[in-house]
């Protein structure tokens, strides 16, 4: 007889569920009942539909949106939608750019030091 399979998280608990999204399969203490998801997929959620794994935070707000969700401005920034249309035709913000130049000041101090 064989032993049961262990939680591909915990690797101490005996696998009760199934990850709709990874395949991984997992205890009940590191799974999440109302999504049908592993504790890992449950923290990469995207935080707008709770559906799929996201692909980016949003660059404002920083909530994790998935390539649906998101609004992709470059192939690096992403804006969540409530972010995309409160910036609609002001990209980027004022406050955004000051922040990031602010930041990059800062990161060649300390090369340059």
Known sequence: MSEPRLCEVCRRRPARH???????VVCSEDYDEARGVCRFCAETLCQVCSERL??????VCGRLVC????????PVIWLCPSCAARFRGE????SLVLSEARELASRLSRVLR
């Open 18 to 24: 199934r990850c709709r999204l990874c395949g991984r």
């Open 54 to 59: 996201a692909v980016a935070s949003c660059e």
């Open 67 to 74: 390539d649906e969700c998101g609004v992709q401005l470059t």
């Open 91 to 94: 990209w980027p913000p004022r």
